[in-house]
Structures are given as structure tokens and as C-alpha cells.
């Protein structure tokens, strides 16, 4: 079965500085999805990212970018110059490429320190 | 374009009772999937529809049904209400021939007494 692991309960940053938050995962498929989300206090879930498994081209958009490592199952959130407003608790999932299931870890808990 | 939405945002039952939650989708969307969200736990997967029928499920007893109507809004019915199933309910819609991106829902809190 596919498990979601984020070993980080609870991060904290300097606002404006970078954090990287960890997220590994186990699948038996060579081909699927990965994805985080922030789901701030408002509880609203929002995707940050998303990285198709068949792209060897780490995603990036904006202030957010991935370290996906294949073969180590290894999928990894980086945070540039981290503002107030990142302050959320960030969810790592996956999806195999039917998208009709759908695997989350239990969360980072983010807090940006001004 | 009209976001996912979800009513009611709270409810309270007690053990026993049987509830209905509703979600419609995203214009556009034709898949909607259930997730339960224990508190400080990540979301887990309940089921997917598409096309009115159930295209994947997680580790849930069958007391979880759902529906799907043709206009592609969606419910989620629990019988037998346990206390366990106190949590946060989330919907989310996608549009299945796309890369399986998922717009949530804000959510519907219910409370088992």
C-alpha cells in the first residue's frame, strides 16, 4: 500500500529566510503524482506545487520549489525568503496516475518568525 | 468560476444518527472525492466519484456511501455515527483527464456526541 511519511511534526523559520520541509513516500508504481498543499488556519486546503513522476525537471513556482528524488522516494519542499503568510500546516501527497486515489502524510506544522 | 463549496460548515450529531453532507464541485469539474480529517491528522481518503459512479475508494466501511448528481454536486452520507467520526470533512473536485489536481473545499466540521 501507499504510505505518505512527513517525519517533521513542527518547523519554524526567520521570516525571509529558507526552509526545507521533508516528505518521502512509498509506491510500487513508476509513474504518479506528487503534490503539497498549506492548509493555513482558515482550514482551507490550497496546492503549493506538484511534480509529475515521469519529469526527471524539478517543479518550481515562485518562492516554492521541490527536491523530487526518485529513486530514494524522496520529495522535498523548499521555501525561499519565507514570509508571514506561509505560516500554515503543509500536507505531501500522492496520487498514482489513475488520480483516483489520493495519499496524504500527517502534516508540518510551519511557523515564520518575524 | 465558482470554487468548491460545502454545506453545512458545522454540524452535531449524536451516536447512532445517520448525516448527509453536500459539496458541489468546481465549474468545470466532472470528479469529486470525499477525504476525513481527524484533528491533527492529515486528510484521508474516503472515495472518488465520476460520473455518478464510484471510481475509487479508501479504507472505509461501507456505512460511508456517497452520491454524485449529473450537474456533478455530491453527498456524503454516514450511518450509524460513531464517536471516531468526529472530524473535519473535505471535499474536493477535479477534472479527471487533467493531471489529478484537487481544489478543496473549506470543509464541514462535525461533532459525534
Known amino acids: 500500500a501507499q504510505t505518505v511519511t512527513q517525519s517533521q511534526p513542527e518547523m519554524s523559520v526567520q521570516e525571509a529566510e529558507t526552509v526545507t520541509l521533508s516528505c518521502t513516500y512509498d509506491?510500487?508504481?513508476?509513474?504518479?503524482?506528487l503534490f503539497w498543499y498549506k492548509q493555513p488556519p482558515s482550514r482551507q486546503m490550497i496546492l503549493v506545487i506538484r511534480?509529475?513522476?515521469?519529469?526527471?525537471q524539478n517543479a518550481t513556482e515562485n518562492r516554492f520549489s521541490v527536491n523530487f528524488q526518485k529513486a530514494a522516494k524522496s520529495f522535498s519542499l523548499k521555501i525561499s525568503d519565507s514570509q508571514l503568510g506561509d505560516a500554515a500546516m503543509y500536507f505531501c501527497?500522492?496520487?498514482?496516475?489513475?488520480?483516483?486515489?489520493?495519499?496524504f502524510g500527517t502534516g508540518t506544522s510551519l511557523t515564520v518568525i518575524p | 468560476e465558482t470554487g468548491v463549496t460545502q454545506s453545512p460548515t458545522h454540524l452535531i450529531k449524536t451516536r447512532g444518527q445517520q448525516v448527509t453532507l453536500r459539496c458541489s464541485s468546481q465549474?468545470?469539474?466532472?470528479?469529486v472525492s470525499w477525504y476525513q480529517q481527524a484533528l491533527g491528522q492529515g486528510p484521508q481518503f474516503i472515495f472518488q466519484y465520476y460520473r455518478e459512479e464510484e471510481n475509487g475508494r479508501g479504507n472505509f466501511p461501507p456505512r460511508f456511501s456517497g452520491l454524485q448528481f449529473p450537474n456533478y454536486s455530491s453527498e456524503l452520507n454516514v450511518n450509524a455515527l460513531e464517536l471516531d467520526d468526529s472530524a473535519l470533512y473535505l471535499c474536493?473536485?477535479?477534472?479527471?483527464?487533467?493531471?489529478?489536481?484537487?481544489?478543496f473545499g473549506p470543509g464541514t466540521r462535525l461533532t459525534v456526541l
Open positions: 465549474s468545470g469539474h466532472n470528479t
Open positions: 511534480q509529475e513522476a515521469y519529469k526527471q
Open positions: 509506491t510500487s508504481e513508476s509513474d504518479y503524482y
Open positions: 501527497a500522492y496520487s498514482p496516475n489513475t488520480g483516483n486515489q489520493f495519499y
Open positions: 474536493a473536485s477535479s477534472f479527471i483527464k487533467d493531471v489529478p489536481q484537487q481544489f
